[in-house]
Every structure is written in structure tokens, then in C-alpha cells.
């Protein structure tokens, strides 16, 4: 069946960096549009990035432009969120997810993965 597993959350400093990893399995990740989500205490669940599966375009929000880098590798069936420069307010959990239209709108995505957790702090 499809699944989806996120790994790479963790502590970090602010300026610091981390690399989420998102691994697919039961279908061609390739074929289809990956999402990065996220969600902090209190807070409504916020599309972060997300790419293509045609062309590898990618999309980020305002909020984290220049700073985070979504790159797909199909031989892996993984899609990576590389964050840089990392802020306390990027603290949230994290969720990769599967869809079809490549929007950062969570009801554009079918399939999630169950989170992991980012904290920034000093």
C-alpha cells in the first residue's frame, strides 16, 4: 500500500540547517506530486514546498524562499527538503504527502506520512 516515512527532524541551533527525508513506497514516486507540510502547536497545517512530477518545478512559500530546497531522487524513490538558515518560528512537525496537482494546499494531497518533529532553539 502506499506509504510515506519522514526521518531527519531534530534539534537545532537558529542558522543552522537539516535535511528532512521523505521515502516512498507501494507507487513510482516520479508520477506524482510531493509536498512538504507543516504544523506548529495551535497553528493551522502551512504548505511549505513542493515538486513536480513532470518537469521537477518546484514551489515554496513566501516564507521560506531562498532558505529550504526541495529535490526529488527517483533511483531512491525519496523526496528531500534541505532547510537552511533555519528560524525558531520553522519549528513545527513536519509531513511529506502525495498528490497530483502541485499546489501547497493541503486538500490537493491524498496520502501523508506521519510527521517528524523540527525544533529550532538556542
Known amino acids: 500500500q502506499v506509504q510515506l516515512v519522514e526521518s531527519g ?3 537545532v541551533q537558529p542558522g543552522g540547517s537539516l535535511r528532512l527525508s521523505c521515502a516512498a513506497s507501494g507507487f513510482t514516486l516520479d508520477y506524482y506530486v510531493i509536498g512538504w507540510f ?12 513542493c515538486i ?3 518537469d ?7 516564507s521560506v524562499k531562498g532558505r529550504f530546497t526541495i529535490t526529488r531522487d527517483n533511483a531512491k524513490n525519496t523526496v528531500y527538503l534541505q532547510m537552511n ?8 512537525v513536519y509531513y511529506c504527502a502525495m498528490g497530483i496537482v502541485p499546489r ?14 523540527v525544533t529550532v532553539s538556542s
Open 9 to 11: 527532524g531534530g534539534l
Open 38 to 49: 507543516r504544523q506548529a502547536p495551535g497553528k493551522e497545517r502551512e504548505g511549505v514546498s
Open 52 to 54: 513536480s512530477s513532470n
Open 56 to 62: 521537477d518545478s518546484t514551489h515554496y512559500a513566501d
Open 85 to 92: 538558515s533555519l528560524k525558531p518560528e520553522d519549528t513545527a
Open 104 to 117: 501547497l494546499a493541503a486538500l490537493a494531497y491524498d496520502y501523508w506520512g506521519q510527521g517528524t518533529q
